[in-house]
DNA sequence: GCTTGGCACTCTGTCAACGCGAGTGCCAGC
DNA sequence: GCTGGCACTCGCGTTGACAGAGTGCCAAGC
């Protein structure tokens, strides 16, 4: 076990490089750090470290910067969640107070992670299949043509158009309309399709074969949209990446363009708590000297979508944490009011 | 004016410094294309190049690069539109034709521009104000609480929450509903407005208020949503910049994340026919640097909204323009289809 | 008058040599 | 277990030399 001053040591190397992003060497560390002993004591420690695999040197006679194994130790035991100053909160505030509907929420969610990290964020809309549904709207466009709307809880709103097998009158749809509500109003997407499976069996015969159309679409709709969307910003931020930007943006960006590899990045954040992957720790090869952070929010205790922020490893991980986390919780309540 | 040689010079220049990326000379010049001139001669062209604006030295000494200029009247005068390979065509089809709705449709059309030009590509909604209305549905999902639900002729859909000033019944709202559809489906959402000034007037007095404020939501959301969407793609490809990327791609990148500016970007692009803005051209700073090609396309004869991509000033025009034309033509297929 | 070959000049990019500075590892002493 | 000292290593920036590419200009030729 690493002593307590090898564990000051680490902590003083990865605060020193996220500020300057130059390997730091033993005496730069005890003049900036009170540690209370001499380079030479401190080299030591360091070269413990290394054997440890928390921290390496780019070459002979540099400094020495940490690991992904180093980071990882610090935001384990070593930082905290730094708590956001005042003038941020408010800005939190002031920025997502003015929102209008959910993809404004989502927008504005968005950017000012972005700003507020001063690295790429990413916020997923809030996912269906955890969402209840507010209203179920049948429409008719023509004779044999319908419109399904679907709205839920968190204010996301769904429509498709439906073709009918044969015309369907004005009275059955309202039919229809008011049995659909009665049923799955206030209940979980989830459990929709048990609730409506019997459905169409309670209509006369001519209607029956509409019904199912109508009713396949809305589990189809369910099932296709539990694909969640997301929205992505801040890549600007990209070009704070460091000396190595230009090697390093390509993958990343190619990464950050392909919904698929970020929903699962989200994906494997832990659902409750706040998850922090680090460099190789991340499955996808193009974001292994980036890390993510990422935390559910929702409307109530349980999350309905993930939010996080993607960044160079060399991150300041107590400040974007507290950011993060800061961010989701007033989502969450942003929501829970709407 | 500059003699045909001039001009075959001009072009052999644009051309192998897209080609190469590097400062081009007379010497390479002559050997690469069959001028039937030497060298010096060449140099004598250049230079009158050179004085009259369309090439410039990077410093003393080294070959010749096009200016803004220079690409201009390469764009106006020397090049065509490359039409696209059929295997380019065939993709393009395949590519398009799985979309299931107009996001799928606006989405995969900035994959495949992003694809085929190798650069960003952006791609404008159909624009709800040259759009027409399809239909409009109310439906009460409370007491006092009504959404509004709009469909375009193109398949956008735009709902909106509203909340009364008072209760409103079924029957008030079937009758709003049913008048409010006779009155602006099939038209214009530009005409709207005045198709619908008189309608609080015919409805009692208790529920004239509510009548009013649908009729300025639904005006509202017009409105608002003129400010058009648009989707993007592609901004891996900004590592394609050239040598002097990690400089340029920052303020692009920026520009790129500003929505408004995006929409200028397309705004200042001709309504008909292609449109081709070279550097400094673009009114935006940060695009100084990039050649934006845009083209309107729509359903029918008329655009419904733009698309385009941006890139850098040195880039493939034939085959970019080739490309983006190509592209806009199938899409407006696809949706007059739908 | 346009074209051409020749020539001197200029500038860049590269490479090797070199010295500086930062940092390390090790060791002996406290 | 800590400390100071010391020799060693290595990256980085500077310098100077040099080759290569390209230019501008001029005088001669068609």
New interface residues.
Partial sequence: MLSERRLEVLRAIVQDYVGTEEPVGSKALTERHKLGVSPATVRNDMAVLEDEGFIAQPHTSAGRIPTDKGYRLFVDKLAGVKPLSSPERRAIHNFLDGAV?LDDVVGRTVRLLAQLTRQVAIVQYPSLTRSTV??V?L?S?AAARL?L?L?TDTGR?E?RMIDCPAPFGETSLADLRARLNSRVVGRRFADVPQLVQDLPESFESEDRGTVSTVLSTLLETLVEETEERLMI????N??RFGHD??VM??PV??A??EQVVLLKLLGEAKDSGMTVRIGHENAHEGLNSTSVVAVGYGSGDEAVAKLGVVGPTRMDYPGTMGAVRAVARYVGQILAES
Avoid: A, N, Y
């Avoid at 910003?233 to 600007?236: H, L």
């Fill in positions: 509907d507010r209203h709207e429409l466009l419109m709307v709205i709103v429509q910003g801040g890549t600007s990209l070009t930007f230009p943006i390509r960006l190619e950050l363009e």
